[in-house]
């Protein structure tokens, strides 16, 4: 219980306090200097796109979204608008700022900017480059729709705001870094230098307007509060000191990045102080509540565990909405109060250069940023844009990364610099019995690539489950991961039919089987929610009795890609968990590329029906 209350904690209250750094980046007075505002973060500014992918990380619910226009949740982290919200709304552009996934988003919104921000991400690249896809994906589009010149102006010009590192920075905190012990200083420095390649990306996308928000003073939230505060529930100063330590190195490299990025104007916002005042001057802001969420009643509630009742009646009263993030009055005053403060720092550049005369400086520059829009669409048309990218925490990459720790080394050439881009490749469905065509070359390929780094399924997977229980609890944690991890992508309702199903399930195991989990297949798919995969896989772990073998998704999707088995109507087919993924596959880093009759020619796969794209979208992305 200690360790999912850690994880909990860890990965939700970063997302609290980060959306408020976006807040930093307003400025009134630039209103009419700024044609769309994208943000960068994760649930603080997160306005839905994570109910487009595979996560547990949605609040698509009530009483989520009560306050909102039309009482309806909207998968923001709040009970009304959000941080990115009213940071569109301070400059001018919009009052709603909307999530890039949504599918029936039209080209006007497109136009003035959308939210990029994902609940749960950081500056750690496993997680920021999901995000800095998005943006490509993006470019992408609105180069097909609105051309290149226009969309490299709406990119050189936009507001890019960003409230990210909080997550990394609690993470490390909580459960330590992911390869050993690291001091903070040493991880302050690892997480420095992924943001400031975070920022170098969004530079040579044509980003030239950026706005970041330092660390909050996250050990201030309820949530922390509750686990670390004592009796008196104070404030973690350790986690606190931590997010200050990072907050003065950020400063540095900031003036370093603006010193050598021609053209760019990166600006820092305070929103520790920020944050921290509202909070220790909760009263003078109009606040009753500061140190627990008005859907938290003394526990850790976010997210699924945030639920109906025991929400307190009059939200604008608390400082938080939940155990992590601000209630919607509090993402106002955040907005309102850095867009004071920070007058024209952002934007102190003149107005838009007119079509007509333009310095030879600024012809230069867009000139430039012309090129670089070109690039990035060629980059894109390898990579199509799928209907919804995998689930964050599920993704790694392999051996791409500088000693450095930045993501690309010699080894990771795209395979169009070193393998012939064979584009006429057919599929050839072997016959029953015979092996398919070039399959050691594919076997051999793939094994080279899946030994230069672990895969989440190396890490991860039930057989980890209780590892230093006794036997019958060990067992029973077994089929409760089990059960957890299935059917992830599916709109089960975690909060509701999963954990009916693990009461029935609890009841079961004690009444029948004395605490633990039955011991033959026939009795396993009798328990609620077990199918016969699940069934199977619990039959070999728990118990070791192998009845049958459970072919991975990942298995058959490569198979169905490589043309060696064929299945109608399956659309969801690729390498694995990093690589050949399930949708948006990394073709130009597969080294085997030029032997699949699929590379680089998937341009839909949808996990569901219902997650379709704008048809408008649809017509011109496809040209």
């Known amino acids: 219980m200690a360790v999912l209350l850690h994880f909990l904690l860890a990965g939700s209250l970063v997302l609290l306090m980060s959306s408020s750094a976006a807040a930093q980046g307003s400025n009134s007075n630039s209103k009419t200097q700024v044609p769309a505002v994208f943000m960068f973060g994760d649930s603080l500014v997160d306005t839905g796109n994570n109910d487009y992918i595979s996560t547990i990380a949605k609040s698509n619910f009530p009483p989520y979204g009560r306050d909102f226009p039309g009482a309806r949740p909207t998968g923001r982290f709040s009970n009304g608008r959000c941080t990115s919200d009213f940071v569109a709304e301070v400059f001018g552009v919009k009052k709603l700022l909307p999530p890039y996934l949504d599918p029936d988003l039209e080209l006007r919104e497109l136009l003035t900017g959308v939210s990029f921000a994902s609940a749960g991400s950081g500056y750690d690249p496993r997680t920021s480059r999901f995000t800095v896809d998005m943006l490509r994906e993006y470019i992408s589009k609105m180069n097909a729709s609105v051309g290149e010149t226009r969309t490299a102006s709406i990119i050189s010009q936009g507001a890019f705001i960003s409230f990210i590192g909080s997550n ?206 070109e690039v990035a669409g060629k980059q894109v048309e390898l990579e199509p844009f799928r209907d919804k990218p995998s689930a964050l925490p599920d993704i790694e990459e392999f051996a791409y990364k500088k000693p450095n720790g930045s993501v690309q080394s010699k080894k990771a050439k795209y395979a169009t610099e070193v393998l012939p881009l064979k584009k006429e490749i057919v599929y050839t469905i072997s016959k029953t019995g015979e092996p398919p065509v070039n399959w050691e070359k594919v076997l051999e390929g793939i094994r080279k690539m899946r030994s230069s780094e672990d895969a989440p399924v190396d890490t991860m997977g039930c057989e980890k489950a209780g590892s230093s229980l006794p036997s019958k609890e060990r067992r029973f944690a077994v089929l409760i991961s089990s059960l957890l991890s299935s059917q992830t992508k599916d709109q089960v309702g975690f909060y509701t039919r999963k954990a009916s199903n693990m009461k029935k399930i609890a009841r079961i195991c004690l009444e029948k089987y004395d605490g633990d989990i039955p011991n033959s297949l026939e009795d396993l798919l009798s328990l609620p929610g077990i199918g016969p995969k699940m069934a199977h896989l619990v039959m070999q772990i728990a118990w070791d009795n192998a009845q049958g073998i459970c072919v991975d998704t990942h298995v058959h999707r490569i198979s169905n890609r490589l043309g060696w088995v064929s299945r109608p109507g399956t659309k969801q087919v690729g390498f694995g968990q990093t690589i050949c993924t399930p949708l948006r596959p990394k073709c130009e880093m597969c080294s085997v590329s030029d032997l699949c009759p699929s590379a680089f020619k998937e341009k839909t796969s949808s996990p569901s029906s219902k997650l379709k794209r704008s048809p408008s979208l649809n017509k011109k992305s496809s040209t």
């Open 168 to 373: 990394d920075v609690t993470l490390h905190a909580m459960l330590g870094s992911r390869s050993g012990e690291e001091d903070d200083d040493s991880y302050t420095d690892k997480m420095l230098h992924f943001a400031i390649d975070f920022y170098q990306q969004l530079y040579k996308l044509g980003a030239r307007r950026i706005g970041l928000g330092n660390l909050p003073p996250t050990g201030c939230v309820p949530a922390v509060r509750d686990v670390v505060g004592g009796q008196e529930r104070e404030c973690s100063e350790g986690l606190n000191r931590r997010m200050r330590l990072f907050n003065t190195k950020l400063a540095g490299a900031v003036s370093k990045m603006n010193a050598e990025l021609p053209g760019a104007r990166i600006v820092v916002f305070d929103f520790y102080n920020v944050v921290l005042s509202i909070i220790q001057n909760s009263a003078s802001y109009g606040f009753d509540e500061f140190s627990r969420g008005c859907c938290a009643s003394h526990e850790i509630e976010s997210g699924f565990l945030c639920v109906m009742p025991g929400t307190c009646p009059d939200a604008s009263k608390y400082v938080f909405w939940d155990s992590f993030h601000p209630t919607e009055k509090a993402c106002r005053i955040l907005s309102y109060q850095m867009d004071a403060a920070d007058d024209q720092i952002l934007f102190p550049i003149s107005p838009l250069p007119s079509t007509r005369s333009r310095s030879r400086q600024t012809h230069l520059r867009r000139k430039r940023a012309g090129k670089g829009m």
